[in-house]
């Protein structure tokens, strides 16, 4: 069964500092979709990567195969960043995705 | 285009009431499936389809059944609602393939009294 594991589950920080947020996963996963949930909000998809690195202006997306494991980056935080971000491993051909439980970051002015 | 659209944002349900979520995309996606997202237990996949008059069933499939007749449309049907079924359900719809990106609905609130 495939399996992702995020961390930290809560995260608090300041504004414009560095945040990481890390998703590690099973075998059998070979892609990874990192995913924003405002509070009382909708899903929004923020990358998919199979492999290297994804940047789209402040946030940044690596995934290391070889360790099963993925990171999501924000620079320069802001109080908008506040909001349950997620990963979500996808295995195979059936495209069925495995999600971790969220990480609530909340990020003060 | 429109995305895809969930309706209804809100529901309240008697236990055995029966209903039926809908959800519409507008993109050509293959790909379409339904979670529910509950506290502490994040999203699950409870029915999925990667193409119309193909579904198959995904962690939490009991209680609720889809069908697939168009690409556009994945409705989410509740039998027999029970308690264990309030929910926030999300649809959501792609290209098939591990390089494509989710797009989500943004949701139903359903409330099984």
């Known amino acids: 069964k495939n399996e992702v594991e995020q961390s930290p589950q809560n995260l608090t920080a300041q504004e414009g500092e560095f945040i990481t947020i890390n998703c590690s996963y099973s075998?059998?996963?070979?892609?990874l979709h990192w995913l924003q949930q405002h509070p009382g909000g909708g899903i929004v998809s923020l990358f998919m990567?199979?492999?290297g690195k994804k940047k789209h202006g402040r946030l940044i997306a690596t995934i290391n195969i070889q360790e099963k494991h993925s990171s999501l980056h924000i620079t320069a935080s802001h109080p908008r960043d506040s909001a349950v971000y997620i990963c979500?491993?996808?295995?195979?051909?059936?495209?069925?995705?495995?999600f971790g439980k969220g990480t609530l970051l909340t990020v003060n002015p | 285009n429109a995305g895809v659209t969930q309706t209804p944002k809100f529901q309240v349900l008697k236990t055995g009431q029966s209903m039926t979520l809908q959800c519409a995309q507008d993109m050509n996606h293959e790909y379409m499936s339904w979670y529910r997202q509950d506290p502490g237990m994040g999203l699950r996949l409870i029915h999925y389809?990667?193409?119309?008059?193909?579904?198959d069933q995904g962690e939490v499939p009991n209680g609720y059944n889809v069908s697939r007749s168009t690409t556009e449309d994945f409705p989410l049907r509740l039998l027999s609602a029970a308690p264990s079924q309030t929910s926030v359900y999300f649809c959501a719809s792609s290209y098939y393939g591990n390089n494509s990106p989710l797009h989500f609905g943004n949701g139903t609130r359903l409330t099984v009294t």
């Open positions: 389809s990667v193409g119309a008059g193909i579904t």
């Open positions: 075998v059998g996963i070979s892609a």
């Open positions: 979500a491993g996808c295995g195979g051909s059936n495209y069925k995705l495995t």
């Open positions: 990567l199979s492999s």
